[in-house]
């Protein structure tokens, strides 16, 4: 027998071509699209509008693959960590993120990260392999969920800002964020969708290229290449001046200024030659900077900075009118702030199975 296909891998066009191969009319595509993606149908027998007999053919050639919540932590701030299983057992982590004006959804691009950023601990997992359109979209339908549930509001933003490195699974990022901004999907601004990135020259162009609507995120953490060298190897092959022509491109193409992700640490970026880079590298595009503060992994060598330095930063960001602002962790007690995703709980079983 022929084995099952996923029918959540079919574009809306392929899925067309496929009604009008079995003789079906065309609609029936936007049907069953509607049904897979706003409506979130995990059997062909929920598909109530289809005849019987189509659902039945439907179930004999296809499946519908969903992601699971394994399991739920709650922060005592109000954050919540899910980690989620994919079809195959692997798991990722998704976040729901909770202030008084906004329910932000962290979520997940890759399983693990091949990059290998020294104070990141979801970059002391190897990268195992990209998530599909559909179980980055998952994500977000289970963080939406939840926000109703546990706050009875509706989910306002999404980042991706979980665990692995976006630009390196360029097409499903794009292909989920088009269901999530589709009328057919969930209909969401992409003015309220930000991609981050470690900084790929190349892919930052190719997004300005495909004038993408939604907002980018540079995880800077430092302006000088004799600092980033040494904490992101990434840097070796994306200089500073190199990320500062992408990012040049990025805002000649779209007109949308970015923000640089950025954490200060003891003996590493807190000299006042530190500051002045930063400064300078503002100055290539208009720019917002999110100091963020560092959660502890397991690598002792980083240290938060003392709050003299960051206000240093804040001043001399301040004095050339950019603007900075300090972000303070959330969900820090279940590990589930950035840099913290790691799979903690499952980890011991991701390896053995490697
Ligand atoms: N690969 C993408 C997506 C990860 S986003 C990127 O690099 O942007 C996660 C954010 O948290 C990044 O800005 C990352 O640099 C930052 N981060 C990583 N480890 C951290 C830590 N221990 N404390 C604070 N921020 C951290």
Redesign the pocket.
Known sequence: MEEKRDIRAFTKEQLQEYFISIEEPKFRATQVYEWLWQKGAKSFEDMTNLSLALRQKLVEGFVINHISVDEMQRSSDGTIKNAVRLYDGKVVESVLIPTEKRITACVSSQVG?S?D?H???TGQLKRMRNLNADEIYDQVVAVMNEAETFFNRPLTNIV???M???LMNYNNVLDAIDKITSPEGLNMSPKRITV???GLAKMIKKLADDEVKFNL?L?L?SARDVVRDTIMPINLANPVADLAEALKYWYSKTGKRVTY?Y?VWKGVNDQPEDIAALVKFCHHIPCKVNL??????DDERFQQADDTVIKAYIAALEAKDIVAKVRHSRGKDIDA????LANKNEVAEQVIRL
């Not at 963020?292 to 992994?297: F, K, L, R, V, W």
């Open positions: 990260c990059l950023c104070f990141c601990a991706f800002m979980g692995g490195e976006p981050s990135t470690v995120a995880s953490h992700e954490v963020i503060e560092y959660n502890p992994t702030a950035c840099g913290q």
